[in-house]
């Protein structure tokens, strides 16, 4: 009995409006379609939501409402007092992040976030922004965030490397993070599909194992839209509050 | 009858509120406990589990180009690891601490008395 397993194969981008500019490849891919459809899904959700502004909101209200509380609150408790300028990009971040993870759950669809060149994209605008708004709010002064105090000098000469370091560390773990738990989840989902579709009647163990894993990746696509969020709102504190 | 809704079911509603919120915001001691515990103990897990690796493999990788570069090989790739190890360490200390992933961050008072 063959096995044929392609796991990795939903991972594969395929042009679909092919688009050659003076030797640069822009076609239009499936990837690039579900960015679309997940910026569609969010502008019609919170278009449509908001649109009556009930006293009393309906379901379709209520989620936009709800998704606009969580993230104030969580802009508000991470990042402190003064970063309520930077709350649309959170919650965009936020809101296609999590649209991205939940609709890659959908037979058929395609993962956007499984592509680490979207997560990189993703995380160095956030790592590049932050530093921006540290240089612009605090100058040279914001070096300092590298300097602990009260240290002495020869220790300086060790830590301040090491400091630098996990600084720039930062768009590394915050893409890598979150593109390895979407590998990950959709390789295994696809494994254990696979699994289901050579051994027969015994398929029901994979079967079930596989709507266990579907339960666990809806958990983990929502959390890891949190913790990208979460994160930008902590690295953005220290930018504006420098200690 | 008219659309509107009789305003003391407005001043009711808003007493509701008023009541509700104030009660949460005694349940809040501190603005970091402000999610809920089960939330963040998760988003916790999920977050540092990954913040070693990277580190580790990011100063790795860094020393390799280093010593590509300035044809330094081994030493940069050497001394850069360990700096990753020791960064890495320190991110999933601050994690777990409650410092965020905060570079160089110190909470006023208790944590700035021990640093020194």
Known sequence: MALELHPLEQFKIEPLIPIHLGGLDLSYTNSALFMTIAVLLITALLVMGTRRGALVPGRWQSIAEMSYEFVTDMVETNAGHGAEPYFPFVFTLFMFVLFSNLLGLIPYSYTVTSQIIVTFALAATVFIGVTIIGFAKHGAHFLRLFVPEGVPFILLLLLVPIELLSYFIRPFTLSIRLFANMLAGHTMLAIFGGFAASVGLLAILPVALDVAILALEVLVAALQAYVFAILTCLYLRDALHLH | ?116
């Open chain 2, 1 to 116: 009858m008219s659309d509107e809704r009789p305003p003391d079911e407005l001043a009711r509603l808003a007493r509701r509120l008023d009541q509700a919120q104030s009660s949460r915001r005694r349940e809040e001691p501190g603005p970091r406990q402000a999610d809920s515990g089960e939330q963040q103990a998760l988003g916790l897990g999920f977050r540092i589990g990954i913040e070693f690796v990277v580190a580790i493999l990011v100063a790795t990788g860094l020393g390799w180009a280093f010593d590509r570069v300035l044809g330094t090989r081994p030493f940069a790739t050497i001394v850069l690891f360990f700096l990753g190890v020791a960064a890495g360490m320190l991110n999933v200390y601050r994690a777990i601490t409650g410092q965020g992933a905060a570079v160089g961050f110190r909470r006023p008072g208790r944590e700035a008395g021990r640093k020194h």
